[in-house]
């Protein structure tokens, strides 16, 4: 089995990506009477399931403004100074963000859920929002090979660069 060098974490913004959404969605569970669809896959759109996602919302759409996005970065270099990780790429945007982490010895799952943790922790002190931030789970893959690696550091950088920032405009990342 090969090793893990690393892992592309995508964190949604609350109720902007939900299932039924005309992109299609990896949401897994679905509806109680409906039970589970094929997890783990790109489920096709569906208007329907779309109307009842947004019904069962709790709170209006989250879009990250300027301070927030500060919040946000400076939460996860706090996070990432604090660790046995390092972020290779990260692109913070109003919908969502992108990380590129190196191996940790810790589980991913309960590492990406302390960054979201403290993300909205930092977004709750410095701002007037008081809601969620983020949607439930995340998009989380595992990085085997160096060329895997190479194309998802382009692709973050590639967030970066589109929005006329530089490829890597936070001090946390490790441009090396």
């Known amino acids: 089995m090969p090793n893990t060098i690393g892992y592309h974490i995508v964190l949604a913004a609350y109720g902007l990506w939900l299932p039924g959404d005309d992109r299609g969605s990896w949401s897994e569970a679905w509806d109680e009477r409906i039970g589970f669809s094929d997890p783990h896959t ?24 300027d301070p927030m996005i500060s919040s946000v970065i400076e939460a996860i270099g706090r996070c990432a100074a604090e660790s046995d990780w390092t972020v290779a790429a990260a692109s913070v945007e109003s ?3 992108h990380m590129l982490l190196t191996y940790t010895q ?12 403290r993300a909205t922790k930092a977004i709750h002190r410095a701002t007037t929002h008081s809601g969620p931030v983020w949607c439930k789970g995340k998009w989380r893959s595992f990085v085997f090979d160096d060329h895997v690696w190479s194309n998802t550091r382009t692709y973050i950088e590639r967030h970066n660069l589109r929005r006329c920032e530089s490829a890597w405009p936070y001090s946390f990342i490790a441009t090396s």
Do not use: F, G, N, S
């Open 42 to 65: 790109l489920q096709e759109a569906d208007p329907a399931r779309a109307r009842m996602a947004r019904e069962r919302m709790t709170h209006q759409p989250v879009r990250l403004d």
């Open 95 to 97: 919908t969502h963000t």
């Open 106 to 117: 810790r589980k991913i799952d309960d590492t990406v859920k302390w960054i979201k943790d």
